[in-house]
């Protein structure tokens, strides 16, 4: 399987879990220096490069085609592009890294429960406060999707590159959009999730990326890795 590339979460949970993954599967993957180590290996596919990196680079290196294959999470994909199945193909959901991309208000705007409420909020906002509401995010494509569909236009991104939730309480934002498994941590922070502003429903899946150069014989070697691996049927080279 010379040629081909797979990116694997460089660390945390993610990395053991897609490795325990891998290993389930008959394709263990060996890190010889640890975390010092950004390069892995198979005995099952000695010709496989495997990278271990960023969960948010191997999304960006897929989409891009200089990564073949890669285990990330959806939100990192779909936020990436918006055309996002064009590019990159889910192969396997992993059943591991379950989280929500949602929207999430300060507790004490007990008047804003929905989506609708927030575009009321939101276009009245600057009659009264002399500024557009201020939304801090990781996700800006999924973000100004999402509130395109519910008509909110008058509102202005904050990225965040930090802890998010705590981007109200610093008031660098006046709400969040944000990824939870849990909601305690937005809970902690005094933030509450819309009761329909769950955008996205992620986890962690094998990513194929169209955008790489599928030559017939670098098909071949997927079906090849498929097969050792045995996560889907053969013939996914057909849908590159």
């Not at 099952?44 to 285990?71: K, N, W, Y």
């Amino acid at each position: 399987m010379s040629g081909l590339s797979l990116g694997i979460p460089s660390k945390g949970r993610l990395e053991e879990q897609t490795r325990e993954a891998f290993a389930r599967s008959g394709m263990p993957i060996e890190r010889p220096n640890g975390a010092r180590s950004y390069q892995g290996s198979s005995p099952r596919a000695p010709d496989l490069t495997i990278r271990f990196m960023p969960a948010s680079e191997i999304a960006r290196e897929l989409i891009r085609g200089t990564l073949d294959l890669g285990v990330t999470g959806a939100d990192l994909i779909e936020d990436g592009t918006e055309a996002s199945e064009k590019v990159v193909l889910p192969a396997k959901p992993l059943d591991f890294g379950h989280a929500d991309v949602v929207v999430a208000v300060p507790a004490p705007w007990i008047d804003v429960t929905r989506m609708d409420d927030l575009a009321d909020v939101a276009a009245d906002f600057r009659t009264r406060h002399g500024r557009w509401l201020r939304v801090g995010t990781k996700y800006v494509n999924l973000t100004r999707r999402f509130f395109a569909r519910h008509g909110i236009i008058e509102y202005r991104i904050v990225e965040s590159s930090g802890a998010t939730e705590a981007a109200p309480i610093s008031g660098i934002s006046d709400f969040i959009v944000d990824i939870t498994s849990s909601g305690s941590t937005l809970a902690a922070n005094g933030l509450r999730v819309l009761e329909d502003g769950t955008i996205l429903k992620s986890e962690a899946q094998l990513y194929v990326s169209r955008a790489a150069e599928w030559t017939p014989m670098r098909r071949a070697q997927l079906e090849a890795f498929m097969s050792i691996v045995d996560w889907v049927p053969p013939g996914i080279s057909t849908g590159l």
